[in-house]
């Protein structure tokens, strides 16, 4: 057996190591282990690939949720809605108890009732006193001014009656004293007597109207506060009555009972608005000078599985002016606006993206080549003057 073996020193000379080593198939072999190693090395400065920053974020309402406050203290008489309860803009949720302002007002408003009344006779008294035109009975409504027309009526009665006394006396005189009957001093004394009766009887008339004036316009003014008063009440009564600031969904009801007992100021509620939804992510300050408004954004909604339900579009809304933190991690807010707030599978299934869901964001930066990707983490990597994130405090 051993025979049969070439010496070690001859075997790199014999047909059978050279056809070994110039073999074709381990050429080809070879040399397409090395063509593919120079296309590796060559797409590395053509193969473009997408950048993309990542960031956390929520879907909210498009505006703030709405509180729900009480500007009064008071007692919850009736309540008029229910948690998670679609509301409109003006709607009653609940009235708080208003006895005082109740009866404050019923007060006024019967005083109002009685003051008109008499305002009314007062505006009939005087017309009267201006035209002269009296009876014994008016139309009066109020039993103030029925009273004193009555005594008015009868004083004026009474000087009528003197004065028309004293007017046929006087015209009898007059004849007298023509066919020289009396003196000139009995026809003065019975024509001062005439005169004298028309005077107390038009001064009679002058001062009962000057105060009924007078009253009359006093009454005005005490109508006018009044009215004003009432108006007030009114007002304030409104303050007892909770209404619902915007459309929405109410919640987070907090002691909103028939019976219970709330303070000035205390939130009662909220109401989520019905002002579509809107996106908010929260980016690191590391990348938050690649986003712009209009950035193309993907969102993987972590409700829906993005390998069946895909992940939705939208593009940069508006980037916070100021930085805020959290936990003592700074961030900016960055809003997206959804092309569409529907995922769909593949049968057509269709999931709605809701208020409250959690998500990913990965906004499209730009394209780079492999080169320019491997350069940069070896730049990272070899550059000095780079800080590590953790060292830089990022």
Not at 69 to 86: A, H, M, P, T
Not at 199 to 206: F, K, N, P, Q
Not at 277 to 288: G, Q, R
């Amino acid at each position: 057996m051993n025979d049969k073996l070439f010496p070690a020193e001859i075997v790199e000379y014999t047909s059978e190591y050279h056809f070994y080593k110039y073999n074709p198939k381990t050429l080809v072999i070879y040399r397409i282990l090395i063509l593919v190693v120079l296309a590796a090395m060559l797409s590395l400065f053509f193969v473009k690939v997408d950048v993309s920053v990542k960031a956390f974020g929520v879907v909210r309402a498009v505006t703030e949720n709405h509180a729900v406050k009480s500007i009064v203290s008071g007692r919850i008489e009736e309540v008029s809605v229910k948690e998670n309860q679609q509301v409109v803009a003006g709607q009653v949720l609940a009235r708080i108890k208003t006895d005082i302002l109740d009866q404050e007002k019923h007060l006024l408003t019967s005083q109002q009732a009685e003051f008109l009344n008499q305002l009314a006779d007062l505006q009939k008294l005087t017309n009267l006193i201006r035209s002269r035109a009296f009876s014994a009975r008016p139309a009066l409504s109020s039993s103030v001014y029925s009273q004193q027309y009555t005594l008015f009526w009868q004083k004026a009665h009474k000087l009528q009656n003197q004065l028309e006394l004293a007017q046929k006396n006087f015209e009898r005189y007059e004849k007298l004293y023509n066919n020289r009957v009396i003196s000139a001093a009995e026809y003065e004394e019975a024509q001062y007597a005439y005169q004298q009766a028309k005077v107390e009887l038009e001064l009679i008339y002058d001062e009962q109207g000057a105060v009924w004036q007078q009253e009359l316009n006093t009454l005005r003014l005490k109508t006018g506060e009044l009215s004003s008063k009432i108006s007030q009440v009114g007002k304030e009564q409104e303050f007892y009555v909770l209404e619902a600031p915007a459309d929405g969904t109410l919640q987070a009801l907090k002691g909103l009972e028939r019976g219970s007992a709330i303070s000035a100021n205390e939130v009662l509620a909220e109401i989520s608005p019905d002002s579509g939804i809107v996106v908010e992510t929260y980016v690191a300050p590391k990348d938050i000078g690649y986003l712009a408004v209009g950035t193309p954004v993907n969102l993987q909604i972590d409700a829906y599985n993005y390998n069946q339900w895909g992940m939705a579009s939208g593009k940069v809304q508006a980037i916070s002016a100021d930085i805020f933190t959290e936990g003592g991690q700074p961030f900016f807010k960055v809003r997206c606006e959804l092309e569409d707030d529907t995922l769909y599978l593949k049968n057509g299934y269709e999931g709605k993206i809701r208020k409250g869901m959690t998500l990913q964001a990965r906004f499209f930066v730009t394209e780079r080549t492999l080169f320019q990707l491997l350069y940069d983490k070896a730049d990272d990597w070899l550059n000095p003057n780079v800080l590590p994130q953790q060292q830089a405090g990022i």
